[in-house]
């Protein structure tokens, strides 16, 4: 396996399930649809985060680390899953989340990830709007090395060169999967934030000579913006591979979909939530795959993808942010 010499630590449930959305398909009377339920990762609840932290803390474990620290809002998928990896370890972990401008007021603080970050025994600090996370992190950072400790960073989102490995190996999980069931597809949609996600599955299918668009619709940034922040991440993850670095044409990111900012949806967004929900049982968010799937359907209803087509989508996890957005999500 061409990851293996990469530290990894065992923390999800794999292969995660690859599973048709038929009643979806024949709802839209578009493509055959399908799902890779990386929701299903496991560890306090799961989500795309468990794998970037996989090889993640296997570098921090590497390096004598023993306090796991990283930045994000206050409903952070990524933190839950930092703060449960960093408890199934044994580690200390401590967070810095900024609250989001235009979300829910109501238990958007208190409930939802940021409940679970407390309960996993994270070390929670909960940052204004117009503060940096980063530098308050590494203020604190740096205290924490004063006093002897060894604290080990993670960027938001996971995305750096290591956390994207987790999708590198996702790529090789997918397409022996599909192989198996003798499926070939032509299109992935995902969301994406950070871009570790879309950097790994782009570095993993160009390892497999699988060359299929791989279509990340933004849940934050324009088309230029996302692009432009993939790059960073992409180059760093096909340097550790010895790759050579996509073009920019390779590089498909949706901007679409994200408005008005990041963390709030719209209606495209809440509908997707909600058809997903009635037709298939299947829980998607109102911050990232709610945006996703409306990019699918979307693309279904323009006639991008057609009948004769087979699209997987990515689910990337988030459930545990509905319970905050209670109140956008019901009438
Ligand atoms: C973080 C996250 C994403 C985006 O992944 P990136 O690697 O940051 O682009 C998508 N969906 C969910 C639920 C997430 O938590």
């Given at each position: ?47 795309n985060k468990v794998r970037k932290l996989e090889f ?102 996971g995305?750096?060169?290591?956390g994207s490995l987790g999708y590198v190996d996702c ?25 570790g996600t879309?950097?790994g ?131």
């Open positions: 396996m061409p990851l293996s010499r990469f530290p990894r630590i065992n923390l999800s449930h794999l292969p995660t399930p690859l599973e048709p959305l038929s009643r979806l398909s024949r709802e839209l009377e578009g493509p055959e649809i399908y799902v890779k339920r990386d929701d299903c990762t496991g560890l306090a609840t799961g989500g993640l803390l296997g570098d921090a474990l590497a390096n004598n680390c023993d306090t796991i620290m990283t930045i994000g809002g206050l409903q952070s998928n990524h933190a839950r899953q930092t703060a449960a990896a960093a408890a199934k370890l044994g580690l200390k972990c401590e967070l810095f989340l900024v609250d989001i401008p235009g979300t829910p007021r109501e238990g958007y603080g208190t409930n939802g990830n940021i409940l679970l970050d407390r309960l996993l025994g994270a070390k929670v600090n909960i940052l204004h709007a117009d503060t940096s996370p980063l530098s308050a992190m590494e203020m604190r950072a740096s205290a924490i090395e004063q006093a002897g400790g060894k604290p080990y960073i993670i960027p938001m989102g995305s750096n060169g290591i790529a090789f999980e997918l397409v022996k999967q599909w192989r198996e069931k003798e499926l070939d597809f032509d299109y992935i949609v995902m969301a994406t934030g950070s871009c879309q950097a599955m782009l570095a993993g299918l160009a390892m497999q000579d699988v060359s299929i668009p791989v279509i990340g619709v933004s849940v934050l940034a324009n088309e230029a913006e996302q692009k432009a922040r993939l790059r960073p991440v992409a180059d760093e993850t096909c340097d550790l591979l010895d790759l050579p670095h996509f073009p920019d044409d390779q590089v498909i990111c949706n901007g679409n979909y994200f408005y008005p900012s990041y963390g709030v949806p719209n209606e495209s967004t809440l509908e997707a939530v909600s058809l997903l929900a009635r037709t298939e049982a299947l829980l998607l968010d109102p911050v990232y795959t709610g945006k996703g799937m409306a990019g699918l359907i979307d693309l279904v209803r323009q006639g991008i993808f057609t009948k004769n087509d087979r699209v997987l989508f990515l689910h990337t996890g988030g459930q545990a942010a509905l319970f905050p957005y209670e109140s956008m999500l019901i009438d």
